[in-house]
């Protein structure tokens, strides 16, 4: 069974660090993209970072380019997403997303998410 | 990058057909066939609908049809049914590895 499940979500305090994992399995981890994307409450999806199948190359949207770190361990087939210097608006769910094998940067698998607060 | 333009709802009947937009730029959607649509229930992870423009994965029932015209994209919906009532949100490559989303839209079925 193709499974992805976030972990690590919660309240935390702006400024502080949150590290989320996502344990992958019933597929072969190592030869996929994969991507963390994140809903606000109420709002779209948002498109965070994403990280090849090697975890050579990493990519981020701008709003967290420098604040957050995606990172892959293909060892154990997890996916992790380091959030430092938390902000309020980061508050969201966040989903780990696997993209199509066939590299069309569609998310074929998607984490049931974890949600962050961030609140003082 | 900015996020995709979609209307925040749509509506129809049972049985009807419904299409959904999403706007973007010359630089996402003008240029890469990468547009993809996903369907997100209440409390749920959204679920692959259409890849690369008008591609159904296994498993999608055809009612289902995605397009692409200059800088927009759309998803139209045939034969609608209660079950459809739902988010529905695209997204587009937008090169160098990122991914841009749209703002969601709410279907409801009348």
């Known amino acids: 069974q193709v499974q992805l499940v976030e972990s690590g979500g919660g309240l935390v305090q702006p400024e502080r660090t949150l590290r989320l994992s996502c344990p992958a399995s019933g597929f072969t981890f190592s030869v996929y993209v994969m991507h963390w994307v994140r809903q606000s409450p109420g709002k779209g999806l948002e498109w965070m970072a994403g990280i090849s199948s090697a975890g050579t190359n990493t990519f981020y949207a701008d709003s967290v380019k420098g604040r957050f770190t995606i990172s892959r361990d293909n060892s154990k087939s997890s996916l992790y997403l380091q959030m430092d210097s938390l902000r309020p608006e980061d508050t969201a769910v966040y989903y780990c997303a696997r993209e199509s094998i066939s590299g069309n940067h569609g998310f074929d698998v998607w984490g049931q998410g974890t949600k962050v607060t961030v609140s003082s | 990058q900015s996020a995709l333009t979609q209307p925040p709802s749509a509506s129809g009947s049972p049985g009807q057909s419904v299409t959904i937009s999403c706007t973007g730029t010359s630089s996402d959607i003008g240029r890469f066939n990468y547009v993809s649509w996903y369907q997100q229930r209440p409390g749920k992870a959204p679920k692959l609908l259409i890849r690369?423009?008008?591609k159904r994965p296994s498993g999608v029932p055809d009612r289902f049809s995605g397009s692409k015209s200059g800088n927009t994209a759309s998803l139209t919906v045939s034969g609608l049914q209660t079950d459809d009532d739902a988010d529905y949100h695209c997204?587009?490559?937008?090169?160098?590895?990122?991914?841009?989303f749209g703002g969601g839209t709410k279907l409801t079925v009348l």
């Open positions: 690369e423009v008008t």
């Open positions: 997204s587009s490559y937008a090169g160098s590895g990122r991914v841009v």
